[in-house]
């Protein structure tokens, strides 16, 4: 075996048996929710496009600074499946059912869905708090921000292709995502771009908080080390595939 190959397997060989588990012991029924997910953001793309339908998806999944708090974190839920209309939808359409199907086999979809909540409210509540501090602040945004359609599922997609590289260890991959979005800002500094490194910070958070909670479990029951530790019951995991556990 190749150098290469040893370090592909090494990085993405638990991830890979289980989606490849999950799949085989449950096929489309072991991501219910990503199709639901796909089937939901292809029907806003079509209503939003319709001259009778597009008022009607701004004023139920579309979020802006702009808008009152109460009013945005009523949408925040629902515009995690409103695509951007300055987009191909089909783009949309292939990372939800990637990211969040291996994200379903692999997390469980309860888990699923609250980590690209997470993801999406972050860089909802980042728009405002940049528009705040202002353009002339690095982490800043400019006033007319406040009038723009937050990032839809892309900070989602994000947040949780972080996630499940950091559970399962591939962290090349998330640090590789994680760079990627870096360089986006960089090179395009726009609202999506900071809202995406705004998802990815809450994820972070949400993985210390996870490696946190399984040490101490270790030591209340006396384990430790990956052997000690527990697999999460959370249905929709591969059958039969022990995760690894966030060292």
């Known amino acids: 075996m190749s150098t290469l190959a040893r370090h592909a397997r ?74 951007a ?14 990211v969040f199907g291996i ?16 993801a999406t409210l972050a860089g909802t509540l980042y728009a405002r708090v940049g528009i705040e501090w202002g353009p002339d602040n690095p982490l800043g945004l400019p006033a007319s921000d406040a009038q723009v359609v937050d990032t839809g599922p892309s900070a989602a997609v994000v947040g949780l292709a972080v996630f499940v590289c950091w559970r399962y260890r591939a962290y090349f991959t998330a640090v590789l995502v994680t760079v990627l979005m870096v360089v986006e ?27 946190l909670r399984h040490r101490g479990g270790d030591t209340r029951s006396g384990r430790s080390g990956p052997e000690g530790e527990e697999p999460d019951d959370e249905p929709g995991e591969g059958p039969g595939v022990k995760p690894p556990i966030q060292s």
């Open 10 to 83: 090494a990085e993405w060989g638990p991830l890979f048996s289980t989606v490849r588990g999950g799949l085989a012991a449950r096929r489309w029924r072991a991501v219910p929710m990503t199709l639901a997910s796909v089937c939901l953001t292809a029907l806003f793309q079509y209503v939003q496009n319709q001259s009778w339908g597009y008022r009607f998806v701004q004023n139920i999944g579309c979020v802006r600074a702009e808008d009152p708090l109460w009013l945005s974190l009523l949408r925040t839920p629902l515009s995690l499946f409103v695509p």
């Open 85 to 98: 209309l300055d987009l191909p939808v089909w783009g949309a359409l292939v990372q939800i059912l990637l």
């Open 103 to 118: 994200a379903e086999i692999c997390l469980g979809r309860w888990r699923t869905l609250l980590i690209a909540y997470v």
């Open 185 to 211: 800002v960089l090179f395009k500094d726009n609202l999506a771009g900071k809202e995406h490194l705004a998802a990815i910070a809450a994820v972070i958070v949400l993985c210390a908080l996870s490696g």
